[in-house]
């Protein structure tokens, strides 16, 4: 039992460890998340603030704790209103305007805007918290529309920026409170640079009223400002952008021809000058041509006046030795020709010696049908003339050795012509031995030469 009791003790004591103590130290210390801050009240009315992430003490049934987010709180803005525009005259002509926003708040970072977000703001409903802020927001933002030209929403940084409250919310008072005139900034350096003056009016304008609710203004962004005015100019500006836009592209469009033609125009004046180039080419090729043709024709007359010169070398040296050959064998013809010749005579020669008179006799009497119509002709035509001087007997005598004469000459001429007497045989005293025995033979006196 002892030992039972002991176990029971150390049981409790551990899960009085183990359980109970956590618990308690759990109750003492909670939790502050990240995006949270924990507020904790004590029973004489101190508040302590605890910034997550974090722990915060507690002590159970002496504090009293509440959570609150310490996450921006975006807001969607639709504001309709009209500007604060005026005519020549100085009469309103205000232009009906709508503005798409996006405003973003959070809690204050000091411990009293803490203590008020807590107490006024959160403290309501979530749909309430929206509520309340879009109506600030809102209100803040047709405000500062009214404050604003249509050219000053539209355009920023061109239009003067009568950036709002900044000696307003110094002093405390109303934006509504103030004309419009004195919405102008005394020191512009302690402003924040913001372009879009629409923005830095709505800031300045709900300042206050979110300072009372504990929350403090982060950033208002613009999203769209629509009029019918700006639609026109829009639209304006859209056809003179088209209009410029088509201008550029003619003028473009103008350019490009240009630089197409010019090209066109090089690539023409570049194929004219190929084209001349070409001309100029074939001309010269042509004159090449020709002159190559000129010197292949000289070349072939050169080549056939060669080749008729080597022809007519090789027919003359055919001819020469033709000719030679013709020469050769027509001196052998002529050489055995005389050859037999002088046989023949030699042979009649020898008939004459061994026949004396008789031959030649019988020669005359066989010659005489030939020798008649010489001799006859021959005394025809020879034309004797007998001068006298009454010395060796008279002229009967001069006349008859004349014609005795004659007749002996043609009668040699007979025999040589016809091969009876050797011309190459001569006697003691140089005449031919034929033609020495010739005036025997005649019966005529001695032949006188």
Same mark, same amino acid.
């Given at each position: 039992? &002892?030992?039972?009791?002991?176990?029971?003790?150390?049981?409790?004591?551990?899960?009085?460890?183990? #359980?109970?103590?956590?618990?308690?130290?759990?109750?003492?210390?909670?939790?502050?998340?990240?995006? &949270?801050?924990?507020?904790?009240?004590?029973?004489?009315?101190?508040?302590?603030?605890?910034?997550?992430?974090?722990?915060?003490?507690?002590?159970?049934?002496? &504090?009293?704790?509440?959570?609150?987010?310490?996450?921006?709180?975006?807001?969607?803005?639709?504001?309709?209103?009209?500007?604060?525009?005026?005519?020549? $005259?100085?009469?309103?002509?205000?232009?009906?305007?709508?503005?798409?926003?996006?405003?973003?708040?959070?809690?204050?970072?000091?411990?009293?805007?803490?203590?008020?977000?807590?107490?006024?703001?959160?403290?309501?409903?979530?749909?309430?918290?929206? $509520?309340?802020? @879009?109506?600030?927001?809102?209100?803040?933002?047709?405000?500062?529309?009214?404050?604003?030209?249509?050219?000053?929403?539209?355009?920023?940084?061109?239009?003067? @920026?009568?950036?709002?409250?900044?000696?307003?919310?110094?002093?405390?008072?109303?934006?509504? =409170?103030?004309?419009?005139?004195?919405?102008?900034?005394?020191?512009?350096?302690?402003?924040?640079?913001?372009?879009?003056?629409?923005?830095?009016?709505?800031?300045?304008?709900?300042?206050?009223?979110?300072?009372?609710?504990?929350? #403090?203004?982060?950033?208002?962004?613009?999203?769209?400002?629509?009029? +019918?005015?700006?639609?026109?100019?829009?639209?304006?500006?859209?056809?003179?952008?088209?209009?410029?836009?088509?201008?550029?592209?003619? !003028?473009?469009?103008?350019?490009?021809?240009?630089?197409?033609?010019?090209?066109?125009?090089?690539?023409?004046?570049?194929?004219?000058?190929?084209?001349?180039?070409?001309?100029?080419?074939?001309?010269?090729?042509?004159?090449?041509?020709?002159?190559?043709? +000129? =010197?292949?024709?000289?070349?072939?007359?050169?080549?056939?006046? =060669?080749?008729?010169?080597?022809?007519?070398?090789?027919?003359?040296?055919?001819?020469?030795?033709?000719?030679?050959?013709?020469?050769?064998?027509?001196?052998?013809?002529?050489?055995?020709?005389?050859?037999?010749?002088?046989?023949?005579?030699?042979?009649?020669?020898?008939?004459?010696?061994?026949?004396?008179?008789?031959?030649?006799?019988?020669?005359?009497?066989?010659?005489?049908?030939?020798?008649?119509?010489?001799?006859?002709?021959?005394?025809?035509?020879?034309?004797?003339? @007998?001068?006298?001087?009454?010395? !060796?007997?008279?002229?009967?005598?001069?006349?008859?050795?004349?014609?005795?004469?004659?007749?002996?000459?043609?009668?040699?001429?007979?025999?040589?012509?016809?091969?009876?007497?050797?011309?190459?045989? &001569?006697?003691?005293?140089?005449?031919?031995?034929?033609?020495?025995?010739?005036?025997? =033979?005649?019966?005529?006196?001695?032949?006188?030469?």
């Amino acid at each position: 039992m &002892t030992f039972l009791s002991g176990g029971v003790t150390i049981a409790i004591i551990v899960g009085f460890v183990v #359980i109970v103590i956590p618990m308690i130290v759990a109750s003492f210390l909670k939790n502050v998340e990240a995006g &949270t801050i924990r507020l904790v009240s004590w029973l004489h009315g101190g508040t302590v603030i605890y910034r997550g992430p974090g722990k915060s003490k507690e002590i159970p049934l002496l &504090t009293t704790g509440t959570t609150i987010s310490s996450k921006v709180i975006n807001i969607d803005l639709d504001i309709t209103d009209q500007t604060a525009d005026i005519d020549e $005259n100085g009469t309103p002509r205000p232009i009906k305007v709508r503005v798409l926003a996006s405003a973003i708040v959070s809690v204050g970072d000091t411990d009293t805007l803490i203590k008020t977000a807590a107490n006024r703001f959160f403290s309501k409903s979530d749909a309430d918290q929206l $509520n309340t802020l @879009t109506d600030l927001l809102s209100s803040s933002g047709r405000r500062a529309m009214n404050l604003l030209t249509h050219d000053q929403l539209f355009s920023a940084k061109a239009a003067p @920026t009568p950036r709002a409250l900044a000696a307003a919310a110094s002093a405390g008072t109303s934006v509504a =409170a103030r004309p419009a005139a004195e919405l102008v900034p005394a020191d512009t350096s302690s402003l924040e640079d913001e372009d879009d003056p629409l923005a830095v009016i709505i800031r300045k304008a709900c300042s206050r009223e979110l300072t009372d609710l504990g929350l #403090i203004f982060n950033s208002l962004n613009i999203k769209v400002v629509q009029s +019918e005015v700006a639609e026109a100019r829009r639209r304006q500006s859209a056809a003179e952008a088209q209009a410029n836009a088509d201008i550029v592209a003619a !003028n473009q469009s103008r350019r490009a021809k240009e630089a197409q033609l010019e090209a066109e125009r090089a690539i023409s004046d570049k194929q004219r000058e190929l084209e001349q180039t070409k001309a100029s080419n074939a001309a010269l090729i042509a004159q090449a041509e020709a002159k190559r043709q +000129e =010197a292949t024709g000289l070349m072939r007359v050169a080549e056939l006046d =060669a080749t008729q010169i080597a022809q007519a070398k090789a027919d003359a040296a055919k001819v020469r030795l033709a000719a030679e050959a013709d020469a050769d064998a027509e001196a052998i013809r002529i050489r055995r020709i005389a050859e037999a010749t002088a046989e023949s005579i030699q042979k009649v020669n020898q008939a004459i010696e061994a026949g004396g008179e008789s031959y030649f006799r019988y020669r005359q009497i066989e010659m005489l049908p030939q020798i008649a119509p010489a001799i006859a002709d021959a005394l025809a035509q020879a034309k004797l003339v @007998t001068i006298s001087n009454g010395d !060796n007997g008279g002229a009967p005598e001069t006349t008859t050795n004349n014609i005795t004469n004659v007749i002996q000459t043609v009668l040699a001429a007979q025999l040589v012509s016809r091969g009876l007497i050797d011309t190459g045989t &001569t006697s003691g005293n140089g005449v031919p031995a034929a033609e020495a025995k010739l005036p025997s =033979a005649l019966g005529a006196g001695t032949v006188k030469r």
